[in-house]
């Protein structure tokens, strides 16, 4: 298994945060996971419902600090 991929989109506004993360995971491998940083409060709603539509596994949402981060299996 490849090393886990970082996307840092902290600072993006709606919908720039989703559309990249799905641009991004397009170019993965089954398998592979991305790891991605958002400061959007949106994130925290439209990333997992992403993940849900696209048929990703969100392996974990947390906060750090004022970062919130998602781990994504594609």
Do not use: Y
């Amino acid at each position: 298994m490849k090393d886990t991929q970082i996307l840092d989109l902290r600072g993006l506004n709606c919908p720039l945060p989703v559309m990249k993360t799905r641009k991004h995971l397009k170019r993965m491998t089954k398998g592979e996971q991305l790891v991605v940083k958002a400061t959007d409060p949106m994130s925290a709603i439209d990333i997992p419902h992403m993940c849900q539509e696209d048929g990703h596994v969100l392996i974990e949402s947390k906060m750090l600090d004022d970062v919130r981060q998602f781990t994504i299996e594609c």
